[in-house]
């Protein structure tokens, strides 16, 4: 992935956040970067700008807006608010530092401490001269690419949980007489954003099962049954798909959205940001938050618009940012039905493939801008994020997450289709393949171009235990690949594959030679690839790398804690039955499963809270004795197996 740079661009003035109306007279102090603070004024009076941002709005109370008129509306009203982003000395030249140190995305904080600057459309700016394309939309041209977001002002960013396994809610509501939503549209999106980590299986009954079980879908949505929902699942996800709704709190007009009344879809119950947020952020008895999501994304008109700045209350998107949730995305002004599914489709297949959100919001404007011609939606979309200081490292692991999890269901769609043409008694024939094959076929050249992605993802500058895990990992995936071509019943194709997987566990080995697991996994595909005959000679070809395997997993094991000591474990207990073949002299059979089996009861004895390093332990072992048979290994294999299966039912 390619660098994001920050800057980050205040404007604060004196005084509460609301009942401040916006005049040309009033200063306002804005910092940007490490540069002494500036004072600019924005050229709007507040009455003006309300009367021009009514334009955008395509239908007034008094009819339509001519397209050519809205049209020239957008490109003035951008054309000075990017004049007053130019007016901040220090912002041009962030700009291009940041591009010259990043060569990717610039990604632009916007932190607004008065209500009446949320509502001026700053994500319209055009490019003032002096910066990258210069009069055409700033977060749009592709020259420098700008994306920009919004953030409340607080002493801390938000905790932002990012890497967890996805789970979204879906909720949609259309009461009374509204104009109905493009719910089924919002869904197909989301089905085929989903699409890469929903398990495969043989009726349609159950693959509806695993569709559910990373969607859940709430029709005619009331902020009661959303609070259930949002109680008994940890959903990491929301995306709410409603008609905006005006309502006055203290004499003023306010923006909510229009969700169903309790036990009546036919009536509208307008909610604003506070009532949204406390559902979405219920808390338990010792006052933490049960679950917060990452990210919410409002498909609602003008939930990204303040309405009054007179009394107390903001948008709703600024209100669930501020009630704790790290990523809002919503709209300030009335956003068509197609480009609502436009970007709940770029935005969540962005998302679910771990890709940043910085980027992601980015693909959203592009594609809005040429998907849903003739309208401004594209600058109509705003987001509140938060950015911890390890928000990069989170994203990051979330996109290993992700891919793996997208190979986990490739492999797992293999081995069923294996196991169905088992049972059927099916067989590869010489001409052309059954179905069946070609899917296989199909499916193993879609996981060597996702692990060849996957290398290519990585850049230079990663530490060499990223590569090393990463080629690893290609390794383990070649490897699985031969075993599927051994229940195939092709022998070459099987051995093609063991031999790519080793020559990426050489690689990885490279890269980082005190990583003992890659070491093992090299020194295991040689003994598989060396066969009966070739066996004798690996003890002195390779002899030298099993002594350091070993010994730098037994340095490793006494600091090591959790997962970390129960893969130390995993892996001096693979080398100990690999000893039969790399060490010199005849072993000592007996002494190695004595070793081996308290190697594995250690690893059962960690394995309480998470059983993956168990389960993964004695899947490996259990390779050597169904596809890697071999003499030297059978007994020390079974005693492994044995051990790491004692306690099961």
Request: aromatic share 8%; glycine share 8%.
């Amino acid at each position: 992935m390619m660098n994001i740079e920050n800057i980050k661009l205040e404007f604060l003035r004196p005084g509460p956040a609301h009942n401040q109306l916006l005049s040309p007279l009033t200063p306002y102090i804005a910092l940007c970067g490490r540069e002494g603070p500036v004072t600019v004024n924005f050229p709007f009076e507040h009455r003006q700008l309300l009367n021009r941002l009514e334009r955008l709005r395509y239908i007034t109370p008094s009819g339509a807006i001519p397209p050519q008129q809205r049209e020239a509306e957008v490109q003035e009203i951008g054309e000075v608010i990017g004049e007053v982003l130019g007016d901040v000395p220090a912002h041009g030249p962030q700009i291009g530092n940041a591009r010259i140190n990043s060569k990717g995305l610039v990604h632009l904080r916007l932190s607004l401490s008065g209500h009446e600057l949320a509502l001026v459309p700053f994500e319209m700016s055009i490019a003032p001269d002096g910066f990258p394309g210069s009069g055409s939309p700033l977060f749009l041209q592709s020259r420098v690419p700008i994306t920009l977001t919004r953030e409340v002002r607080r002493d801390r960013p938000l905790p932002v949980s990012w890497d967890r396994t996805p789970r979204i809610l879906f909720a949609f509501a259309n009461p009374g007489s509204l104009a109905p939503v493009p719910a089924q549209e919002h869904l197909e999106a989301l089905r085929r954003a989903v699409d890469p980590w929903v398990k495969w299986r043989p009726t349609p009954e159950d693959r509806v099962k695993e569709l559910k079980s990373l969607i859940t879908v709430l029709p005619d949505a009331t902020l009661e049954n959303i609070r259930q929902a949002c109680s008994e699942w940890e959903y990491t996800h929301i995306h709410i798909l409603a008609h905006g709704g005006r309502f006055e709190h203290g004499g003023d007009q306010h923006y909510g959205l229009a969700l169903c009344i309790e036990n009546n879809a036919t009536q509208a119950d307008i909610v604003d940001g506070e009532r949204l947020s406390l559902t979405l952020t219920a808390a338990v008895s010792s006052g933490s938050v049960r679950h917060c999501p990452a990210i919410v994304s409002l498909a609602t008109c003008d939930s990204g618009n303040i309405g009054s700045v007179i009394t107390p209350g903001a948008s709703i998107a600024h209100q669930l940012h501020a009630g704790g949730i790290p990523w809002v995305i919503a709209s300030q002004f009335p956003l068509h039905m197609r480009a609502s599914s436009i970007a709940a489709e770029i935005l969540y297949e962005g998302l679910l493939r771990g890709e940043d959100p910085r980027w992601v919001l980015y693909n959203v404007r592009q594609r809005l801008r040429t998907g849903s011609a003739g309208t401004h939606d594209w600058g109509s979309i705003v987001a509140y994020t938060s950015l911890p200081w390890d928000f990069e490292r989170q994203v990051d692991t979330f996109r290993d997450r992700q891919i793996r999890a997208a190979l986990e269901v490739k492999f797992d769609k293999a081995e069923r289709i294996l196991e169905a043409s088992s049972k059927a008694a099916a067989a590869p024939a010489k001409g052309a393949p059954p179905a069946q094959f070609a899917e296989l076929k199909s499916l193993y050249d879609s996981i060597r171009e996702d692990l060849a992605l996957w290398i290519e993802d990585l850049p230079s500058s990663a530490p060499k235990q990223d590569r090393a895990e990463r080629l690893g990992m290609c390794g383990a995936g070649e490897k699985r690949i031969g075993i599927l071509f051994n229940r195939e019943g092709d022998r070459e194709q099987e051995k093609q594959a063991y031999a790519a997987a080793c020559e990426y566990y050489r690689r990885a080995l490279l890269a980082d030679p005190v990583n003992h697991w890659v070491m093992t996994q090299y020194l295991s595909m040689r003994a598989v690839l060396a066969g009966k005959e070739g066996q004798k000679s690996l003890a002195g070809e390779c002899g030298n790398w099993w002594i350091a395997a070993r010994q730098i997993a037994l340095w490793e094991l006494p600091s090591a804690t959790g997962d970390d000591r129960a893969w130390a474990h995993g892996t001096l207990a693979e080398l100990e039955m690999l000893g039969a073949i790399y060490t010199e002299g005849k072993p000592n059979k007996r002494e190695l499963k004595r070793r081996i089996t308290e190697h594995c009861r250690a690893i059962r004895d960690l394995s309480v809270k998470d059983a993956f390093p168990l389960h993964s332990t004695r899947r490996q072992f259990q390779r050597y004795l169904e596809f890697w048979q071999r003499n030297e290994w059978r007994d020390l294999a079974a005693a492994a197996v044995s051990a790491l299966s004692q306690g099961e039912r």
